[in-house]
């Protein structure tokens, strides 16, 4: 099967964690047997400039399926004719009161609409009754994100081995993400913070904490609370997104609205701990990157004649928790 894949959200020299997710997933799916994919990426906003280098650069009959990443990559997506168009919505352009107008405007005119979680996925109107919405998301990293001893991490940092720190696993300037709740829960205890961190230094950062803290408003899906998983580290969060699944009976998180006393009271052990671990690498194993990618892959062999899609590619587990 050969894929063409759209984005305005792709690394850059200039954002090298832009659309990090969406790269990891194209790795994934390039991994698997019988799949090709391209990728056509711009940057936000250009639509119209976008539409020609797209057709300048790329002819739909040439592939077995067409996906667009983020809803208003739809508008180049969809006059790229030829082949199945599937997109996958993360949040913000079904949310946001300008882009997700648009974004349902485009849906129609899309042969899949996909979305990284179950709860986004509902929002989509007639999901379940009148359309088909799949739910895929992008998946952690699993050889990327992994238990690195603390006191390794923090000396490859520069960090003190032995003060409490707490991460914030985002850029404080993304005030949906709620910064300002994630230092009243620190109370105190120094907290980091993954704003212009290079992707391949995040593991590092969550390796070095003494727990994970996101207090986020809303989330499409919730990579980061699975990257503190895969690594067997602490996390508080609430429940947004997938946040409440994933941490589901995990010993050692908390799921929950925030509340400055019981947060406080959640990270107090693990502040106090020297390498305070949780086991939660088999749970982030259920969302890995490439279990998510073999899920796409059957999605796309379900828009294709069978002819042009080896089984071989895609085992039969292909449902993974949504």
């Known amino acids: 099967m050969r894929a063409l894949v759209i984005t305005n959200m792709w690394p850059s020299s200039e954002d090298p964690s832009f659309g990090a997710f969406v790269a990891d997933q194209v790795r994934a799916l390039r991994a698997l047997d019988g799949v090709e994919v391209d990728v056509f990426s711009f940057g936000p906003g250009g639509y119209l400039k976008a539409i020609r280098a797209l057709h300048r650069a790329h002819d739909a009959h040439d592939y077995d399926v067409v996906h667009a990443h983020f809803g208003l990559t739809a508008i180049p997506a969809v006059t790229l004719r030829g082949a199945p168009l599937a997109i996958t919505l993360h949040g913000t352009d079904l949310r946001h009161r300008r882009s997700g107008r648009v974004t349902r405007a485009l849906l129609p005119l899309t042969d899949l609409a996909a979305a990284v979680s179950s709860g986004l996925a509902a929002e989509i109107a007639g999901a379940g009754t009148t359309r088909r919405v799949a739910v895929l998301p992008c998946g952690v990293d699993l050889d990327r994100f992994k238990p690195i001893p603390r006191r390794v991490a923090r000396e490859r940092l520069g960090l003190d081995p032995a003060e409490p720190c707490l991460l914030f696993p985002a850029d404080p300037a993304r005030a949906g993400k709620r910064h300002d709740l994630a230092i009243d829960a620190a109370d105190g205890v120094r907290?980091?913070?993954?704003?212009?961190?290079?992707?391949?230094?995040?593991?590092?950062?969550?390796?070095?904490?003494?727990?994970?803290?996101?207090?986020?408003?809303?989330?499409?899906?919730?990579?980061?609370?699975?990257?503190a998983l895969a690594c067997?580290?602490?996390?508080?969060?609430?429940?947004?997104?997938?946040?409440?699944?994933?941490?589901?009976?995990?010993?050692?998180?908390?799921?929950?609205?925030?509340?400055?006393?019981?947060?406080?009271?959640?990270?107090?052990?693990?502040?106090?701990?020297?390498?305070?671990?949780?086991?939660?690498?088999?749970?982030?194993?259920?969302?890995?990157?490439?279990?998510?990618?073999?899920?796409?892959?059957?999605?796309?062999?379900?828009?294709?004649?069978?002819?042009?899609?080896?089984?071989?590619?895609?085992?039969?587990?292909?449902?993974?928790?949504?």
């Open 191 to 227: 907290l980091l913070s993954l704003g212009g961190i290079p992707p391949a230094d995040v593991p590092l950062w969550i390796n070095a904490a003494n727990a994970v803290v996101l207090p986020s408003e809303a989330e499409g899906f919730g990579l980061a609370v699975l990257e």
């Open 232 to 322: 067997d580290v602490p996390v508080v969060a609430t429940p947004v997104g997938i946040h409440a699944l994933a941490l589901a009976d995990v010993a050692g998180t908390l799921c929950a609205p925030y509340d400055s006393a019981t947060w406080r009271a959640a990270l107090r052990p693990h502040v106090a701990a020297v390498e305070p671990r949780v086991p939660g690498r088999r749970r982030a194993a259920l969302f890995s990157s490439e279990r998510m990618a073999r899920r796409v892959a059957a999605a796309w062999s379900e828009l294709t004649p069978p002819r042009l899609y080896s089984a071989a590619a895609v085992p039969e587990e292909t449902s993974p928790p949504s």
